[in-house]
């Protein structure tokens, strides 16, 4: 249920995409404690972006999860920024990520949902 869409302006090739899209399914089954059977990941890079007036390399990340806590989200900021800082050298500070909790009763899977 894990879901995470990274967009960026930086361009990544096809061999650190493959590699980032592993670090965040990872990432996201580690932080969240459920399976990566049911985490997805999408990474969309090279997109046209602005940020505080300047096209430096920057990141918008959507993060949903059914019961995603506060403390996951807090835990999973740092994680987060800290793996695009290492991998397409994006400053925390030019990256934005919006967390949701999702009620199981809204999250489809399996021609059912999970509520």
Excluded: H
């Amino acid at each position: 249920m894990p879901f995470l869409k990274l967009t960026t302006n930086v361009t990544v090739s096809g061999q650190q995409s493959s590699q980032l899209l592993t670090d965040f399914s990872r990432l996201l089954a580690s932080e969240t404690g459920k399976s990566e059977n049911y985490v997805m990941a999408e990474l969309t890079g090279g997109r046209d972006m602005i940020f505080a007036g300047s096209s430096d390399p920057l990141a918008f990340i959507e993060c949903k999860s059914i019961g995603l806590s506060s403390k996951q989200a807090k835990s999973l900021s740092a994680s987060i920024s800290q793996l695009l800082e290492a991998k397409l050298q994006i400053s925390p500070q030019r990256i934005y990520i919006e967390f949701q909790n999702c009620p199981a009763d809204y999250w489809g899977w399996n021609n059912t949902t999970f509520g």
